[in-house]
């Protein structure tokens, strides 16, 4: 079994940064992909993205460039820098965790995951 709890979340400006964090706790959280997802009022989940086991990312298109995903498995946390926030990337956002070495083409795909996190809130006026 598999545990995440996200933090960081926070109120912000237009165009400014946050960071995000999910602590990974349980089995092998080694041999996990990993994903940032968020859900705005109305809307359906959307993933933002992804990273391997080995750190490969991936990334939906409206946040290349701006949004860095990351992981460091000795600590078991998995981070989301986001950069230049808009209004639209407000949302309430989500930790993901799916057994597998890779994240795979359908990486994006909500079916894809075991484990969820409980949501960490990002305003951006």
């Known amino acids: 079994h598999v545990q995440l709890v996200e933090s960081g979340g926070a109120s912000v400006q237009a165009g400014g940064s946050l960071k995000l964090s999910c602590a990974v706790s349980?089995?092998?959280?080694?041999?996990?992909?990993l994903a940032w997802f968020r859900q705005a009022p109305g809307k359906a989940r959307q993933g933002v993205a992804s990273i391997d086991s080995d750190g490969v990312p991936d990334y939906t298109d409206s946040v290349k460039g701006r949004f860095t995903i990351s992981r460091v498995n000795a600590n078991h946390t998995l981070f989301l820098q986001m950069n230049s926030l808009k209004a639209e990337d407000s949302a309430v956002y989500y930790c993901?965790?799916?057994?597998?070495?890779?994240?795979?083409?359908?990486?994006?795909?909500?079916?894809?995951?075991?484990?969820w996190g409980q949501g960490t809130q990002v305003t951006v006026s």
């Open positions: 993901a965790a799916a057994w597998g070495l890779r994240c795979g083409r359908n990486w994006h795909q909500q079916s894809r995951y075991n484990y």
């Open positions: 349980g089995d092998s959280e080694s041999n996990l992909c």
